[in-house]
């Protein structure tokens, strides 16, 4: 089993930034793709950044294209996504997930992610 544990987040003023982190303990996730994902409040979550197994491929919503960057340090273990030139339409509940075993490649596809952090807020106030 593989467990996701998020931090960062809080609010901040628009155009400032934000950093998200998310710790993988259990079972590695050396071979599994990973995202983040967002919800707003009366919206359908979105997924809006995925990186494959490597750690070197990576894609985005268009709407934090060139904002927002989501890397790994120690592959292993922790994902983050760096978030840059926030606005208020930022706001939301952010997730992190991974795909399982062996499905290394990016997806948007939320339902092919099985393992789920608890989510952290993010306030953007213009």
């Known amino acids: 089993q593989v467990q996701l544990v998020q931090s960062g987040g809080g609010s901040v003023l628009a155009g400032g930034s934000l950093r998200l982190s998310c710790v993988a303990s259990?079972?590695?996730?050396?071979?599994?793709?990973m995202a983040w994902f967002r919800q707003a409040p009366g919206k359908e979550r979105e997924t809006i950044a995925t990186?494959?197994?490597?750690?070197?491929?990576?894609d985005y919503l268009d709407s934090v294209k060139g904002r927002f960057t989501i890397f790994a340090d120690d592959p292993q273990k922790t994902l983050y996504l760096q978030m840059n030139s926030l606005k208020p339409e930022d706001t939301a509940t952010y997730y992190c997930?991974?795909?399982?075993?062996?499905?290394?490649?990016?997806?948007?596809?939320?339902?092919?992610?099985?393992?789920w952090g608890q989510g952290t807020q993010v306030t953007v106030s213009s």
């Open positions: 997930a991974a795909r399982g075993p062996g499905y290394g490649a990016i997806s948007f596809r939320q339902h092919e992610y099985i393992y």
């Open positions: 259990g079972r590695p996730v050396t071979n599994n793709a």
């Open positions: 990186i494959d197994w490597s750690r070197s491929s990576t």
